[in-house]
């Protein structure tokens, strides 16, 4: 299994980006997805999650109404839109899949993970 997380860069306060995660080796639509972060010298924290079929899905409180996670099936891809960025948001941004809705949201033991990217944002 393979997750590839791209579209990670540099962006100024207030500015939008949007992340992709690309897996393959899976039967991606029988999976949750989720992205979270790392800051420096900070702990792994969840982000966003979506479920298997697309139908739902959850957010922190720390990027509820900015960022909108997203999927299409047919490609096997997660998207991240995060808009109204802050400085805050500077982080590693990484995606991972878990068959369990729980484990997804409350970072438990997830099946996989993929390779981050980073994501910069200057005020």
């Known amino acids: 299994v393979q997750l590839q997380a791209y579209g990670g860069g540099l962006v100024q306060a207030g500015g939008s980006l949007r992340l992709s995660c690309a897996a393959s080796g899976l039967t991606f639509s029988s999976y949750n997805m989720g992205w979270f972060r790392q800051a420096p010298g900070k702990e792994r924290e969840f982000a966003a999650a979506?479920?298997?079929?697309?139908?739902?899905?959850y957010y922190a409180d720390s990027v509820k109404g900015r960022f909108t996670i997203s999927r299409d099936n047919a490609k096997n891809t997660v998207y991240l839109q995060m808009n109204s960025l802050k400085p805050e948001d500077t982080a590693v941004y990484y995606c991972?899949?878990?068959?369990?809705?729980?484990?997804?949201?409350?970072?438990?033991?997830?099946?996989?993970w993929g390779k981050g990217t980073q994501v910069t944002v200057s005020s």
């Open positions: 979506i479920s298997g079929s697309g139908g739902r899905t």
């Open positions: 991972a899949a878990d068959r369990s809705w729980s484990a997804m949201v409350n970072i438990n033991g997830l099946d996989y």
